[in-house]
């Protein structure tokens, strides 16, 4: 377990600011599934769910990084979940997976020429001896807004990505599973980002994050 425990250039869990909120998080709890709870709720809503940040360096991806920005999209949310769950000392790893949103609006699918993301990424923390998926992508207030179903976390089971929203329609299904890392595979998530979306995709967003700051 221990390379589930170590901090790495991106999921840096020894930064200083990760561990205050990491124990800042758990105060209150002694179980780990407790502590792997309240991890994740802080992530899933103190988190801004956001895909218009930046994402073609590897630092952009790094935790201590997200929880100072307080926005990102589901890698960047996973990363900081993995990187809080190892500030104490509960093993955690990165789940990335291809995944159709059959809710995508349109200017959204314009931007990535369809529903199809390449490259979804969610956390796994290692409680009472196995391994539990858990994805803090969506936050509350955007669920809300779109009328998305919330993922709840047990602190024990799967909390994975609804299959249908509020209103019984098809939402989140996963198509590729692309395994599980130790940390960041930053150059397989660019190499399967320009294979699904093009050589130019990282222009065409960067242009669109840059549109939306006018």
């Known amino acids: 377990m221990d390379i589930y425990l170590r901090p790495t250039a991106t ?4 930064n200083a600011s990760v561990m205050e909120k ?8 002694n179980e780990v599934p407790g502590k ?8 899933r809503d103190g988190i801004i769910y956001s895909l218009y940040v930046p994402s073609d360096k590897p630092e952009y991806f790094r935790a201590s990084r997200l929880l100072q ?6 890698i960047q949310k996973a990363v900081l979940l993995t990187a809080l769950s190892r500030a104490v000392g509960i093993p955690a790893r990165l789940h990335l997976a291809a995944i159709r949103n059959h809710l995508v609006p349109d200017k959204l699918k314009q931007l990535i020429g369809g529903s199809i993301f390449p490259t979804h990424g969610y956390a796994e923390l290692y409680i009472e001896d196995k391994w539990v998926k858990v994805a803090p992508t969506f936050d509350i207030g955007m669920c809300q807004k779109n009328r998305f179903k919330t993922v709840e976390f047990d602190g024990k089971h799967d909390a994975m990505l609804p299959s ?6 098809p939402h989140i299904e996963y198509v590729q599973d692309r395994g599980y890392f ?6 397989n998530i660019i190499a399967w980002r320009i294979e699904a979306l093009g050589a130019d995709f990282f222009d065409r967003m960067n242009q669109a994050i840059e549109a939306r700051k006018r």
């Not at 920005?69 to 589901?74: H, R």
């Open 11 to 14: 999921i840096d869990c020894d």
């Open 22 to 29: 990491a124990q800042e998080l758990v105060k209150d709890q």
């Open 36 to 43: 792997a709870q309240s991890l994740f709720y802080f992530v």
């Open 69 to 74: 920005e307080g926005q990102g999209f589901c």
């Open 164 to 169: 249908h929203n509020l209103d019984g329609k």
């Open 182 to 187: 130790d940390d960041l595979p930053f150059d």
